[in-house]
T-cell receptor, first 115, second 111 residues
């Protein structure tokens, strides 16, 4: 089954404790992206990757890191989480990007709470 | 960079009525405008999209219109049903390989 998976689905952590949220897709998609969803703010892009070893900042990259060592995986790293990073996080992938649009497929989401 | 504004933030309609959600964007170079539906506790899913060389696109009860001159696009849902209740997001593909989303519209269909 074609899908985007994320782990963990729920996470409660404390300020400053490094964490990683994994994202994997099995559709051979080139483009992958991370978004955070907050009430009243919609979905805001954190980082994106056009292909292996090619990553770039989205609109809200502060406090996050990513890597793309393999085409299928795109982990999101919070090296020192803070309470303002409490949010619902979505990973997404698409076949490519640009030249008139490709559908983005979203993962199930990760609910992160930082105390 | 691109900015997308979406209105209204909440919309209540009676079952069978039509619903219209409007979005404006700032970057005249944007050329792809998808709409995503997010049911409660679920992931966003694409329901319809439109490219800049098309003025209108329809898929059963859902239609999207685009006015490039005015830089706005709209989602139209006819004959609404309770299962249409969800959060709807518009988005615009921005220069720099980014997809910029609106803040979302909560649609409630009352039966």
């Amino acid at each position: 089954e074609a899908q985007v998976t994320q782990n963990p689905r729920y996470l409660i952590t404390v300020t400053g404790k490094k964490l990683t949220v994994t994202c994997s897709q099995n559709m051979n998609h080139e483009y992958m992206s991370w978004y955070r969803q907050d009430p009243g703010l919609g979905l805001r892009q954190i980082y994106y990757s056009m292909n292996v070893e090619v990553t770039d900042k989205g609109d809200v990259p502060e406090g996050y890191k990513v890597s793309r060592k393999e085409k299928r995986n795109f982990p999101l790293i919070l090296e020192s989480p803070s309470p303002n990073q409490t949010s619902l996080y979505f990973c997404a992938s698409s076949l490519s990007f640009g030249t008139g649009g490709y559908e983005q497929y979203f993962g199930p989401g990760t609910r992160l709470t930082v105390t | 960079g691109e900015n997308v504004e979406q209105h209204p933030s909440t919309l209540s309609v009676q079952e069978g009525d039509s619903a219209v959600i409007k979005c404006t964007y700032s970057d005249s170079a944007s050329n792809y405008f998808p709409w995503y539906k997010q049911e409660l506790g679920k992931r966003p899913q694409l329901i319809i999209d439109i490219r800049s060389n098309v003025g209108e696109k329809k898929d059963q009860r859902i239609a999207v219109t685009l006015n490039k001159t005015a830089k706005h696009f709209s989602l139209h849902i006819t004959e609404t049903q309770p299962e249409d209740s969800a959060v709807y997001f518009c988005a615009a593909e921005s220069y720099g390989n980014k997809l910029v989303f609106g803040a979302g519209t909560i649609l409630r269909v009352k039966s």
